[in-house]
């Protein structure tokens, strides 16, 4: 008797700023073989017109909510959300930014209904969305709002995880944000995550100082010596695995990654740089704490590249695959 093939995850898919690289990463993404049934909530004739300019096939088939049973590269479902006017590439217009939004609303209920069983995102132009008078501050802002959810940025290789404490903020308002209840929250969510989506039983967290040198003993800021030691040590009381604060300069040596599991830096330009600079093509940026998996690339809108046909898909690919084995692991421990 023939065994069935098992169902593959219905994995929903934003190609962000239309104007950016990210229709033509969707288009090289859907000839991948991926153990997903992929569904693309996008304009149909803006990929079409991405698929042209790269020079490939793809077939593409309006979503019916079925799944597939085996990868079918060169093929891709469409959830087609309309833009309106048509794109430019290298040139985001605002006009565009309620599009993007929809997009962006349509993954996330979806998921939420699932009618989608995980959301892989493409990048998008934030000061496009902002210039059309909309508030935006990122992606993982909106999932969080959305969902009403505490979320914790973090960007993962296969060699280093970086979670932040603070993610899209001006430099100047950084210091202010980071108080004991937030950062509190933040390493609950990065601990039970490492747990629940990594696998990693007692996960070893490295927190960062905000300071140069961890705030130099107090005088070089006092942060580290009013709200992270005396947490850390609270925290190490209930018996999370927690490092630091280290300063920031010298935490990503090797010799200090033998020690950790996950580093949490405090800002965004504390942490990132050292992921892209290592390994831009095989980062991953993911949110913790959503009630759905969601997945991104580490890169944004390329707009020197849109249009070209050129924009490396690599990350949104490895997006991709974490999307599909971080489903995976959930459902083993659901079984
Ligand atoms: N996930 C997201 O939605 C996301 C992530 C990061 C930045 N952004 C947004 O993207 C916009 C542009 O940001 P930016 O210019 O700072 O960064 P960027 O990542 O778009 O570009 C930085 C450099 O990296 C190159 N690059 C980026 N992606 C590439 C790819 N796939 N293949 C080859 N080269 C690639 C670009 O050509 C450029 O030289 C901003 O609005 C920013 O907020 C969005
Ligand atoms: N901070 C991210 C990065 O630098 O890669 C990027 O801006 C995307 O963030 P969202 O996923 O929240 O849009």
Do not use: W
């Not at 990048?123 to 008078?133: F, H």
């Not at 830096?265 to 095989?282: C, I, N, T, W």
């Amino acid at each position: 008797m023939a065994v069935p093939r098992p169902v593959l995850p219905r994995l929903a898919v934003t190609a962000g700023e239309p104007a950016g690289v990210g229709p033509e990463l969707v288009v090289k993404l859907a000839h991948q073989a991926l153990s997903a049934t992929l569904v693309a909530i996008v304009d149909r004739d803006l990929l079409a017109r991405a698929a042209a300019r790269c020079g490939v096939a793809l077939v593409l088939q309006d979503d019916d909510g079925s799944v597939d049973t085996q990868p079918r590269p060169g093929l891709l479902r469409i959830r087609h959300m309309p833009l309106g006017a048509p794109e430019r590439p290298g040139q985001p217009d605002p006009r565009h930014a309620a599009y993007v939004i929809a997009t962006l609303a349509e993954a996330a209920d979806g998921c939420m209904a699932r009618r989608y069983d995980a959301l892989v995102t493409a990048p998008l132009q934030k000061s496009s969305i902002n210039d059309a008078g909309i508030a935006f501050r990122g992606h993982t802002e909106f999932f969080a709002e959305r969902t009403h959810a505490d979320v914790v940025m973090m960007l993962a290789s296969p060699e280093l995880r970086v979670a932040l404490a603070t993610t899209h903020l001006p430099l100047a308002a950084v210091p202010a944000a980071i108080t004991t209840p937030s950062l509190e929250r933040t390493l609950r969510i990065v601990h039970g995550d490492m747990i629940a989506k990594f696998g990693i039983a007692r996960p070893r967290i490295a927190v960062l100082g905000l300071n140069p040198h961890a705030g130099e003993g107090g005088h070089l800021g006092r942060e580290e010596k009013d709200i992270i030691i005396p947490l850390l040590e609270r925290l190490r009381g209930e018996g999370l695995d927690l490092r630091g604060p280290l300063p920031a300069d010298t935490a990503f040596v090797p010799a200090q990654r033998a020690h950790y599991d996950a580093v949490l830096a405090m800002y965004h330009d504390q942490g990132l740089p050292v992921l892209k600079s290592e390994a831009f093509d095989r980062t991953v940026n993911l949110t913790l704490g959503l009630p759905f998996i969601r997945t991104s690339v580490d890169h944004g809108t390329a707009l020197d590249l849109a249009g070209s046909g050129r924009a490396d898909p690599s990350s949104l690919i490895v997006a991709a695959r974490m999307a599909i084995e971080l489903l995976a692991r959930r459902d083993a421990a659901l079984r």
